[in-house]
């Protein structure tokens, strides 16, 4: 592959010495994404949510609010042309990173040999669905990622349920999906997203990123979410229990929670026993309960 003159400017790659560079590196611009896609023929499609981030300073923000530790391995989803896989080697012992699309994981070994030579072993490339990936070659302690907005919230809890050692990380999604994510019990915003999110972690809206530093841009913002990971409530029930309440108080979202759960539960008379057992305003909606609510609802079925 052939390497662009280093004098182009603060986007360009270095050339590869085989050593490292000191002092902050290049990162991939406009037109780095646009020449690595047109050698391997790839247009970014909307079937598989692809956005590539063409702006280096928005790859700086993204890295700095990860707060990565150097001894860091990151997992990484949906790399694409690498701006933001090469911004994470800098700053991280090790990078694995799923890619879906058979021809962006090849070429993504390339492009790092390219720009960062001298961390090209620090990064795994495992061709995979993120949703049905459940081993890697390295157990990552930290997820960041610019995720396709269509698969955002499941691929972020699968990860969280087959990933213990995941420990904190930070996610690019539509906007009105990091705001769903990190909602608290009461907003507008809450949902099934930002329940089950809670089972796992902690999470809050870090920053809002605009439509211009993406190839193609989207119509919409996209919305930074870091999280931290907690220990699930203490309960008998299990995840899936607790889940399926979540799922049911949700479905019928205006309708109170005696209504909502009456098929879950086997009638409105038992949602309402089950309810009360655990401690929950049968008149109340699902939207005002936090995680552990939740929980006690799921366990007073299991135990009756």
Known sequence: MS??????????PPQPTGESAPGPQPLLGATEIRRLANEIGVRPTKTLGQNFVIDGNTIRRIVAAARLDPSETVLEVGPGLGSLTLGLLDAAARV???????VLAGKLPATVRAFRPHLADSLDVVLSDAMRVTELPAEPTALVANLPYNVAVPVVLHLLEHFPSLQHGLVMVQDEVADRLAAAPGSKTYGVPSVKAAWYSSMRKAGVIGMNVFWPAPKISSGLVSFTRREPPQTSASREQVFAVIDAAFAQRRKTLRAALAGWAGGAVEAERYLATAGVD????GEVLDIIAFTRIAEAKALS
């Not at 694995?96 to 058979?102: F, G, L, N, Q, S």
């Not at 049968?282 to 909606?285: E, I, Q, S, T, V």
């Open 3 to 12: 390497v662009p003159d280093p004098q182009r400017g603060p986007s360009s």
């Open 96 to 102: 694995v990173a799923v890619e879906i699309d058979p």
């Open 282 to 285: 049968p008149r109340a909606r």
